[in-house]
């Protein structure tokens, strides 16, 4: 096991990863439970547009009608709890990673193993990809199982476009946490960082259309990647798709300079 950083993360994972995705399921599943008193009210639309356009523009996809089961569920879990979850999945995961192994005082252990450096962070990121594209999966899968019980009539295709979107998006951030722990070692900067940046660049995508000086900013967003195409409606953006495993690759290499370059025992 020892000689499998992938592996051994992965079973770490046995008992996090299974409550994980059983949350998920019980998500999904109170999502649906009520969809039935939303279905068809022409005044869930009208409540929406009467939102103020800042909070419109915060908690609510472009053009969603949730009185519709995908205008419903982009404005209910695909705008707001859905990737929340994922992140703090993920950027718990990347925190772990490293800085949470020096806290434990294991990873000393993991270094006197026949294992580089670089194939720990590459290995401990695979072993994130892995959980957090299960648990997308496990909340699709989810909606569309659940859905089919409440005759909610949601497209396959597009739902696990907005996985995949979702899941490069959870990535994005955990890839940082997990660089910012490779580079200085501590687990509170390596949440604390991506947590804050994630609240930006969500504020920087929402509030780009309603705000001058921050609509040149908005494609930069991870958000922007995830949602500004609205895959629930129109499928994977292979754009967003390049642009998010770009970012992931880029963080990867600064995560595996940065924790070459550490003197672990100082």
């Known amino acids: 096991m020892l000689r499998s ?26 999502y649906v439970a009520i969809w039935p008193s939303m279905r068809g009210q022409p005044s869930m639309a009208e409540f929406v547009e009467q939102m103020p356009e800042a909070f419109r523009a915060l908690f609510t996809m472009s053009g969603a009608d949730m009185s519709t089961p995908v205008g419903y569920i982009q ?29 434990r005082r294991t990873l000393d252990l993991l270094l006197s193993t026949p294992v ?12 994130m990809v892995v959980g957090t594209v299960l648990l997308a999966a496990v909340l699709g899968v989810a909606l569309l199982a659940e859905g089919r019980l409440a005759d909610m009539d949601l497209p396959a295709g597009n739902v696990a476009a907005a996985m995949l979107h979702m899941t490069l998006l959870a990535l994005v951030f955990g890839a940082l946490a997990l660089a910012i722990g490779a580079i200085v ?20 995508n929402g509030l780009g259309p309603i705000v001058s000086w921050l609509r040149p900013w908005q494609k930069v967003s991870p958000f922007y990647q995830y949602a500004g195409h609205d895959p629930l409606r129109n499928g994977v953006s292979t ?11 880029v963080l990867t290499v600064i995560a595996v300079l940065g ?8």
């Open 259 to 266: 924790f070459r370059r550490r003197d672990v025992g100082s």
């Open 5 to 30: 950083v992938f592996a051994k993360t992965l079973y770490d994972q046995r008992r996090g990863l299974p409550a994980w995705a059983i949350g998920l399921v019980l998500l999904a599943a109170m």
């Open 185 to 204: 070692g501590r687990p509170a900067p390596a949440r604390a960082v991506p947590a804050v940046v994630a609240v930006l660049a969500y504020l920087v």
């Open 116 to 127: 580089g450096r670089g194939r720990i962070v590459v290995e401990k990121l695979g072993a």
């Open 75 to 103: 404005v209910e879990l695909m705008s707001f709890m859905g990737p929340l979850l994922l992140l703090l999945y993920a950027i718990n995961v990347g925190t772990a990673a490293v800085a949470g192994e020096e806290e």
């Open 239 to 249: 754009a967003g798709v390049v642009v998010s495993v770009g970012t992931v690759a």
